[in-house]
């Protein structure tokens, strides 16, 4: 069994003001009309690095290998798409609490087999990328919160998720 990866306590909304340092991913510059189309081009980039030879080994053993990310990843935009739907559905909604790092651990992330997970990353993708596209103009506002008061609206979670994202290609050099 891989070693436990320390959970990421992090607040990571502050990515929706001011450029990562880290990846240079921006969140004031996106179009949220553009967020099905760039989560559709970053798909390919997923799905080469779960290709690679060393898709199975951690970098550090407190750093996730690249396919425990693309697990991740995949796992991403379940959430982000379940989380949209009910913005999309309800008025002010909460979302159920989602711990990253219990569910890397209880559905054995890296033991999974790299090419299923890139066949139902790009499915997923392909699924949330279909549901923001089909966002009406006036529902870009849309609130809701998470469980520990976070607040985004339609256009936010999509920001935020596409940093995730990205911000995790960086991480795997993809």
């Not at 080469?48 to 697990?71: F, H, K, N």
């Not at 991403?76 to 909460?94: G, K, S, T, Y």
């Not at 009406?136 to 596409?162: I, K």
Request: hydrophobic share 40%; with cysteine.
């Amino acid at each position: 069994m891989a070693a436990e990866i320390e959970p990421d306590t992090k607040d990571w909304t502050w990515v929706l003001q001011q450029p990562c340092p880290e990846c240079g991913f921006d969140a004031t510059t996106v179009d949220p009309r553009s967020i099905g189309a760039t989560v559709r081009a970053l798909v390919p980039r997923w799905q080469a690095a779960l290709t690679r030879d060393d898709v199975r080994e951690r970098p550090q053993p407190d750093v996730w290998s690249t396919l425990e990310y693309g697990a991740h990843v995949r796992d991403v935009f379940r959430v982000m798409d379940q989380r949209l739907a009910l913005l999309l559905e309800q008025d002010d909604p909460e979302f159920a609490n989602w711990d990253q790092d219990a569910t890397a651990v209880a559905e054995r992330y890296d033991l999974q087999d790299p090419a299923v997970v890139s066949h139902e990353l790009g499915g997923a993708a392909a699924v949330l990328a279909d549901r923001y596209d089909s966002v009406p103009d006036d529902a870009w506002q849309r609130p809701g919160r998470r469980s520990n008061g976070s607040v985004f609206t339609v256009d936010t979670l999509g920001r935020y998720m596409l940093h995730d994202v990205l911000h995790h290609l960086h991480d795997v050099r993809g």
